[in-house]
């Protein structure tokens, strides 16, 4: 079965420092890929989210993820966070016909 | 923007009580889904369904589970007789197709179940 595994479960991070959080799958096939935010007290939104072409996606706020096939990986990435990037970041992988299945998720504190 | 909307936001209830949680999918969305979120845990799938009948559910959607759409705009989820360990956040999802397609599942501000 599909796993997802993001390997920082918290990242403290200061305003202005760069952020990298990793997510691995499992599955060898072809598979569709997202990041999905959760700001406190809200519900999850998508960040972005990787098909085909250019693996290396852009998404909303300033954040990029690179697909990298020979490494089942989709990591997460933004060059300099803001206090309101704190939240909870989950990456969610999709094969064809099947769920939608998530991380266990990694919590995002910026201090200012 | 159209939303997908979730009722309750929070209900309590006594362990052994039949809930029902509640959505309105985004009106032209076709898919609808069910996922959870133990506090500290990853969100979970529960349940997809699709023209009126469920297209997939994971191990966790048991026989204490059902789904329905009983009109044009709600989709519920019932938990007929609840466990301590069905305390968590439900979410509801809407999708304009299967995710193979689009992949992009909208989801609802969730209902926090708490089972005492």
């Known amino acids: 079965a599909q796993s997802v595994s993001q390997h920082n479960h918290h990242v403290i991070l200061s305003e202005a420092a760069s952020l990298e959080l990793g997510c691995n799958y499992s599955y060898g096939g072809t598979v569709n890929l997202f990041w999905y935010v959760q700001y406190p007290g809200q519900h999850l939104q998508l960040l972005l989210k990787y098909f085909s072409g250019d693996p290396l996606v852009k998404g909303i706020k300033g954040f990029e993820a690179e697909f990298i096939k020979s490494k089942f990986s989709f990591n997460l990435r933004k060059p300099s966070v803001q206090w309101s990037d704190t939240a909870e970041y989950f990456c969610?992988?999709?094969?064809?016909?099947?769920?939608?299945?998530f991380g266990k998720g990694t919590t995002l504190s910026v201090s200012s | 923007e159209p939303e997908v909307t979730q009722t309750p936001s929070h209900q309590v209830t006594q362990m052994g009580q039949e809930v029902i949680l509640r959505c309105v999918p985004i009106?032209?969305?076709?898919?609808f889904y069910w996922y959870r979120q133990i506090l500290g845990q990853k969100v979970e799938f529960l349940v997809s369904f699709y023209n009126n009948e469920i297209s997939e559910k994971s191990e966790i959607f048991d026989d204490q589970f059902s789904v329905e759409r009983p009109d044009g705009s709600n989709f519920t989820l019932k938990i007929r007789s609840t466990k301590l360990e069905d305390s968590a956040m439900y979410f509801c999802a809407s999708s304009v197709v299967v995710g193979g397609n689009t992949g992009e599942l909208f989801f609802g501000e969730g209902s926090r179940l708490t089972v005492l």
């Open positions: 969610a992988v999709l094969q064809a016909g099947t769920a939608l299945i």
């Open positions: 009106s032209n969305h076709l898919y």
